[in-house]
């Protein structure tokens, strides 16, 4: 199962992938990180950026989980401007070791092939950074996306586009498509850390962790991987049944076992 780490804040669980990601690219320079955009990993990135310090990162690559299918890349919400201003840029990371899917129009038939074969060249994903939508979305696998998808467009949810709209001057701009790592990439990467804070995301961690496994609830593909991490605050864990079994097993996790 996976393990669920419950969080005084967003600072305390950023602090906490941050140490494993450094322990990562300790053991592996050219790690494999996959990144994850909105307003979640936030903490994760803040806090490296104050570990990094003396480590080298300049052979750390990396593959962001999804892009609009539209948005000129050098638009200040496509994610490629995201992922070059919150991560790359603070972090110091060879922009050339660093991936975003392609989302312009003209080679979007072959893109989400030519992402695939991207991160396969690179041997995988060590540690894939997740978010999780209200409505159980994993990088932007809508609910009833197949757990064998790969890296292909899909069709944003009026949920998701309405959540997003605060990134946008108007709701109408926000994009119709996308194009994402599918369920089956996802669940390649080795290590796979899903992060989620707020009450408006405690229905989706319920639903993925405890609930059934369904493509209704595509973040539910975690409960198939056999090695997991979730950091969580009180509220969004506030619907989980055995919150109190993982206080526990985290409080008498010994320390040589990392995450
Ligand atoms: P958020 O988005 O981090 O901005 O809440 C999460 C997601 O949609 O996966």
Same mark, same amino acid.
């Not at 695939?116 to 894939?128: H, M, P, S, T, Y």
């Not at 790592?181 to 962790?209: P, S």
């Not at 605050?233 to 320390?255: C, H, N, T, V």
């Given at each position: 199962?996976?393990?669920?780490?419950?969080?005084?804040?967003?600072?305390?669980? *950023?602090?906490?992938?941050?140490?494993?990601?450094?322990?990562?690219?300790?053991?592996? #320079?050219?790690?494999?990180?996959?990144?994850?955009? *909105?307003?979640?990993?936030?903490?994760? &990135?803040?806090?490296?950026?104050?570990?990094? !310090?003396?480590?080298?990162?300049?052979?750390?690559?990396?593959?962001?989980? @999804?892009? &609009?299918?539209?948005?000129?890349?050098?638009?200040? #919400?496509? &994610?490629?401007?995201?992922?070059?201003? #919150?991560?790359?840029?603070?972090?110091?990371?060879?922009?050339?070791?660093?991936?975003?899917? @392609?989302?312009?129009?003209?080679?979007?038939?072959?893109?989400?092939? #030519?992402?695939?074969?991207?991160?396969?060249?690179?041997?995988?994903?060590?540690?894939?950074?997740?978010?999780? !939508?209200?409505? *159980?979305?994993?990088?932007?696998?809508?609910?009833?996306?197949?757990?064998?998808?790969?890296?292909?467009?899909?069709?944003?949810?009026?949920?998701?586009?309405? @959540?997003? +709209?605060?990134?946008?001057?108007?709701?109408?701009?926000?994009?119709?498509?996308?194009?994402?790592?599918?369920? !089956?990439?996802?669940?390649? +990467?080795?290590?796979?850390?899903?992060?989620?804070?707020?009450?408006?995301?405690?229905?989706?961690?319920?639903?993925?962790?405890?609930?059934?496994?369904?493509?209704?609830?595509?973040?539910?593909?975690?409960?198939?991987?056999?090695?997991?991490?979730?950091?969580?605050?009180?509220?969004?864990?506030?619907?989980?049944?055995?919150? @109190?079994? &993982?206080?526990?097993?985290?409080?008498?996790?010994?320390?040589?076992? *990392?995450?």
């Amino acid at each position: 199962m996976a393990e669920v780490v419950i969080v005084a804040s967003k600072q305390e669980g *950023g602090a906490i992938v941050a140490d494993e990601i450094v322990r990562l690219i300790r053991m592996r #320079e050219d790690a494999v990180l996959g990144l994850a955009t *909105g307003s979640t990993p936030l903490p994760v &990135y803040e806090a490296l950026r104050e570990r990094i !310090g003396e480590l080298d990162v300049s052979r750390v690559r990396g593959f962001a989980l @999804d892009e &609009y299918v539209g948005l000129d890349p050098s638009h200040p #919400e496509s &994610y490629h401007s995201v992922i070059a201003r #919150e991560v790359v840029e603070p972090l110091g990371l060879e922009p050339a070791r660093i991936h975003v899917p @392609d989302g312009r129009e003209a080679g979007i038939a072959t893109a989400g092939e #030519e992402y695939e074969r991207a991160i396969r060249d690179a041997g995988g994903v060590d540690l894939q950074i997740l978010g999780i !939508g209200t409505d *159980g979305h994993i990088g932007f696998n809508e609910p009833g996306s197949s757990f064998a998808s790969r890296t292909r467009v899909k069709t944003l949810t009026a949920q998701t586009r309405e @959540d997003n +709209a605060r990134f946008f001057a108007d709701a109408s701009e926000v994009p119709r498509h996308c194009i994402t790592q599918g369920l !089956g990439t996802i669940l390649e +990467a080795r290590h796979l850390v899903l992060l989620a804070f707020g009450q408006e995301k405690a229905d989706a961690v319920a639903g993925a962790l405890e609930g059934p496994v369904t493509a209704m609830v595509p973040g539910s593909a975690v409960q198939l991987h056999p090695h997991v991490t979730v950091v969580v605050d009180e509220a969004a864990a506030s619907r989980l049944r055995l919150a @109190d079994y &993982y206080r526990a097993s985290w409080e008498g996790k010994p320390d040589w076992q *990392g995450l």
